[in-house]
């Protein structure tokens, strides 16, 4: 497996979801239990998803080309919103089946083999989900994370579940099994809102978290100590591209060389501080009133 490529993991992915839906609907028609059902049917929201999520990221490794000049990065989004979608519709589908059963509770059938099934599914969300998080945190691959949260999630519904099912067959109390359902539901439906909310945010170009920002300004630090300013900072996150520009003021006596040559080292020093940062700065004497003044639309931040 390619490991430099977040592509690479999808089809990793595709493999283990179809693995845990079979696992998981297996254990729901042994049972019939719904707190199964709940756990079994959030898993076609995890195979749709991760064919997404390679359709995705093959879009996202395009380079720049003339329409898109930034890259194709964005294309992850397509995958974190849809999979935001349907984590939600999986919740309202298993609460119109835990009411069901609120109201009618049903006997359970074969507890023993079903719940070995889940769990046996339960592990293979666990792995999955601890190979695609620590690669999602190395290529910065939102995608990746995303469908990491999501397998994690799995992993403590489905262990709450089995709880829950073995509390019902020890005592014998058979609504247990939808209230679990619909707390499961619950859980599910705000995973879902952060989950789009993460996306929806990632669309409207947020710019650096604070600790990112805190490491440009360090880079930035040794710069002003020699009489170097800084201003119009602009940072934005576009899946695992991060882009920053701002406004590099010098003497006016200084050549275009060697202003040109300080503002190649200030990239490369950023480069080098936060990977993956692809970042412009505009050159300008610190005499002229309108190098103070020409900070762009819009807000910006100043290097202080």
């Known amino acids: 497996m390619n490991t430099k490529s977040a592509r690479s993991y999808a089809p990793f992915s595709i493999v283990a979801a179809l693995a845990a839906m079979a696992l998981k609907f297996g254990a729901y028609f042994l049972t019939g239990s719904v707190g199964l059902f709940s756990d079994a049917a959030e898993s076609p929201v995890n195979l749709i998803t991760a064919l997404v999520a390679f359709w995705a990221l093959t879009l996202a490794a395009k380079p720049p080309d003339v329409e898109h000049n930034f890259g194709h990065s964005k294309a992850e989004y397509f995958s974190s919103g849809l999979e935001g979608a349907l984590i939600l519709v999986a919740a309202v589908a298993i609460a119109v089946e835990a009411s069901q059963h609120l109201v009618h509770p049903q006997p359970l059938g074969q507890l023993g083999l079903g719940l070995g099934l889940s769990l046996i599914a339960t592990g293979i969300n666990g792995g999955v989900g601890l190979v695609l998080l620590r690669a999602g945190r190395r290529l910065r691959s939102v995608v990746l994370r995303a469908d990491a949260q999501h397998l994690f999630t799995d992993v403590w519904i489905s262990l709450g579940i089995l709880l829950g099912v073995l509390l019902v067959k020890l005592t014998g109390a058979l609504i247990l099994d939808p209230i679990i359902a619909l707390l499961v539901a619950a859980y599910i439906l705000w995973t879902g809102v952060l989950l789009l909310r993460e996306t929806a945010l990632g669309l409207m170009d947020t710019a650096l978290p604070a600790a ?93």
């Open 212 to 304: 990112q920002l805190q490491i440009i300004t360090d880079v930035l630090a040794p710069y002003q100590q020699q009489g170097i300013q800084f201003h119009a900072l602009r940072t934005r996150v576009a899946a695992s591209h991060q882009f920053v520009s701002f406004h590099v003021l010098v003497p006016g006596a200084w050549t275009v060389q060697h202003g040109h040559a300080l503002c190649e080292e200030i990239e490369l020093a950023i480069a080098k501080a936060l990977p993956g940062t692809h970042t412009v700065t505009h050159l300008e004497p610190l005499e002229e009133l309108s190098s103070w003044t020409d900070q762009g639309l819009g807000r910006a931040t100043d290097v202080e």
